[in-house]
């Protein structure tokens, strides 16, 4: 089992950045590939970005494609979702989670634990 609790939303005029923050709560995270999903009001929840256990590969939605950078360092039980020229279209829930095994990276499925969010809010 793995717990998460991710950070650092807020409120970000457009075309600013932001880091978001993810830290395990045990040894564990360490294990597990993470992934980030982001729910706006009114909409499904939808893959952000995903990262395996040791940093070798990084996944993508094509939306977020060289704006926002994924990276982790276990050695600090931590993950990051570091975003750029954010615009309102960005504007949601953001969620961190811990993948299961064999599973899809872009599958919200594939993903067993997860946070309670952290809202992020783009101005015009």
């Known amino acids: 089992q793995v717990q998460v609790t991710e950070s650092g939303g807020g409120l970000v005029q457009s075309g600013g950045s932001l880091r978001l923050s993810c830290v395990g709560r045990y040894a564990t995270f360490v294990q597990y590939p993470l992934g980030w999903f982001r729910q706006a009001r009114g909409r499904e929840r939808e893959f952000v970005a995903a990262i395996d256990w040791r940093a070798y590969s990084t996944y993508y939605a094509d939306s977020v494609k060289g704006r926002f950078t994924i990276s982790r360092d276990n050695d600090k039980l931590a993950m990051y979702l570091d975003m750029s020229s954010l615009t309102t279209e960005d504007t949601a829930v953001y969620y961190c989670?811990?993948?299961?095994?064999?599973?899809?990276?872009?599958?919200?499925?594939?993903?067993?634990?997860w946070g309670q969010g952290t809202q992020v809010t783009v101005s015009s």
């Open positions: 989670a811990a993948k299961s095994r064999g599973a899809d990276y872009y599958d919200i499925r594939s993903y067993d634990y």
